[in-house]
């Protein structure tokens, strides 16, 4: 596997984690959203997946904590991408 796969992998992981334990509960209502509008489940996840990994991303670059109101708003974005950096 390769490290792109895996980090995939990790992601993913963190999503299921989440729609598990149902916290956030905002990324359970996109999951249910986004599936109402068509996509597939594993689609749906790749998407919360890349808000996910875009919060990681800002985290790690900005030295900063998790900015849980930026997390919610990139994901009532999806599917746009266009995520929101502040």
């Known amino acids: ?48 997946a890349s808000v996910i990994a875009f919060e990681t991303y800002q985290m790690m670059a900005g030295n900063s904590p998790f900015n849980r109101e930026r997390f919610v708003k990139n994901l009532n974005m999806l599917p746009d991408q266009s995520f929101e950096v502040k």
């Open 1 to 48: 596997m390769d490290r792109n796969s895996e980090l995939k992998a990790a992601y993913l992981e963190v999503v299921e984690n989440q729609l598990r334990d149902n916290d956030p509960p905002e990324t359970l209502k996109t999951y249910e959203r986004l599936c109402t509008e068509g996509f597939t489940e594993k689609n749906a996840k790749i998407l919360i």
